[in-house]
């Protein structure tokens, strides 16, 4: 049964029971994966699913219910069960209401491309032997692992106050790993993420990612104490501010007192060479909708201004606690895989977080480095969400004296705090790249600690 079908039903049950207010998120996903094992194209799947979140708000009481569901009865079950959760659930005073209809469509980005949505697995195939086939060199550098991953959404949003939308989009996300043999393996790593496939270039994935493995075999132990300029890339950079300054700028967090910015709006929080958008226009983006997952309009919105805190971000159930209009980041969606987003319940992100970039390129900011390290690769980039420490191990990393890599490092501790690290902003690059929900260049800073093994 197709998806308006399953969430007529769904809505006709839930709202026979009488409760003050009903929303229904539906999802219809197809999801092309393949995935390489030791330079191989080990196999490929098709999935095809469906679901519904039935919400309900029977006075101040709240329930959820969440399904697979294919067929009339499965939706008319996950609505009835919605209900009876709420009607055991305790009073929430906290709650307003669900977001109402009404809004004019605000951004309309171009994120559906029928080349992904109709991508073949016999493509797949091609496309991941272009990668393999310019990573591997003979018995020197292997591909361990590999992963492409195209899909095709639908999300329809209904509810009792007059929310009626719908969105469709596609996405590619793709991660493949090298390693060298011998004595001293290297490994490199590149991801790519977006709603279009004319941004993917297979040859030059393939490329970086030999070149990023044969570096890494070259490393060297650091040794000592280094605290200079430290040059960080987008991949990395983009998981160390999801961790810190995205959830800083939660509503959520800031009510639940887990916010380094509480109280911050209209100060200062970062380098006046840093502003943050959140923008949902942006077709690079891989969660940008006309729409959040709630059916609230989303609009470009300035998060942070020349280092000046303008706002924090909200989803309905926030919003409500500071008597606000939800900005438009309830979210179910992720940046990476739309298999049973239904599932998941609503969260606070932004939909499409941007620094804006600099003039320099990646290249130029290196060369005005006098003294630093750039940061290729860290294990686990993230930092704590609260305090914004971090301490991360340094798998390979570039020692650059006046201007110029002169040594290739790794088994080194990278030191600091993130929210210190945005207030010393030494430059930043123009190499924008969509990493998960962010697009962000290569940042230097200054004040972060190397310390190496002994």
């Known amino acids: 049964m197709d998806l308006d079908s399953i969430m007529s039903g769904a809505y006709r049950t839930a709202a026979k029971e009488g409760p003050d207010q009903v929303e229904i998120y539906g999802v219809a996903t197809r999801t092309l994966s393949l995935y390489v094992d030791d330079s191989a194209v080990e196999h490929i799947e098709e999935k095809i699913d469906q679901g519904l979140t039935v919400r309900i708000a029977d006075g101040k009481r709240l329930g959820q ?10 939706a008319e079950l996950t609505a009835r069960a919605a209900v009876r959760v709420a009607r055991l659930s305790p009073v929430d005073e906290m709650f307003r209401q669900f ?4 809004d004019k469509v605000r951004v309309r980005p171009k994120v559906w491309d029928e080349r992904v949505a109709h991508l073949s697995g016999q493509e797949l195939v091609d496309i991941a032997k272009l990668i393999v086939d310019n990573s591997v060199e003979g018995d020197k550098i292997k591909v361990p692992r590999g992963m492409i991953r195209t899909a095709s959404l639908e999300f329809k949003i209904r509810n009792s106050n007059g929310v009626d939308v719908n969105h469709a989009g596609t996405m590619i996300y793709l991660n493949f790993t090298t390693m060298t043999t011998g004595a001293k393996p290297g490994e490199g790593i590149e991801s790519f993420y977006s709603p279009h496939l004319s941004g993917l270039d297979p040859t030059a994935i393939g490329k970086s990612l030999r070149e990023k493995a044969l570096a890494s075999s070259k490393t060297v132990a650091f040794k000592g104490k280094k605290k200079g300029t430290t040059v960080i890339g987008p991949d990395n950079l983009a998981d160390m501010l999801m961790s810190s300054a995205v959830e800083a700028l ?3 967090n800031v009510h639940r007192k887990r916010s380094r910015w509480i109280d911050k709006v209209g100060e200062g929080v970062t380098s006046r060479s840093i502003t943050v958008k959140d923008d949902p226009s942006d ?5 940008s909708a006309s729409y959040d997952d709630e ?3 989303a609009s470009k919105k300035t998060l942070v201004e020349k280092g000046v805190l303008r706002s924090y971000i909200y989803d309905s159930y926030n919003a ?23 599932l998941d319940p609503v ?10 970039p600099g003039s320099k390129s990646k290249e130029e900011l290196i060369a005005s480095v006098d003294d630093g390290v750039l940061i290729d690769r860290v294990a686990h980039p993230e930092v704590n969400p609260i305090t914004g420490a971090f301490g991360l191990e340094v798998r390979c990393g570039f020692i650059i004296k006046g201007g110029e890599v002169v040594k290739t490092i790794d088994r080194a501790l990278l030191i600091g705090n993130m929210f210190d690290a945005l207030r010393n902003v030494h430059d930043i690059a123009s190499d924008s790249t969509v990493f998960r929900s962010c697009i962000v ?10 310390v190496g093994s002994g």
């Open 283 to 287: 077709g690079r983006g891989m969660l």
């Open 65 to 74: 219910s969440s399904a697979a569901c294919s067929t009339l009865k499965e």
């Open 320 to 342: 409500g606690i500071d008597s606000m209009e939800p900005s438009g980041n309830g979210l179910r969606r992720r940046p990476d895989d739309v298999q049973g987003i239904y």
């Open 347 to 356: 969260g606070v992100s932004p939909m499409n977080m941007v620094l804006t």
């Open 250 to 252: 939660s509503a959520e």
């Open 295 to 297: 059916g609230v309009a």
């Open 441 to 450: 260049p290569t940042v230097s800073f200054d004040g972060i600690e190397l």
């Open 99 to 102: 977001p109402a209809g009404g």
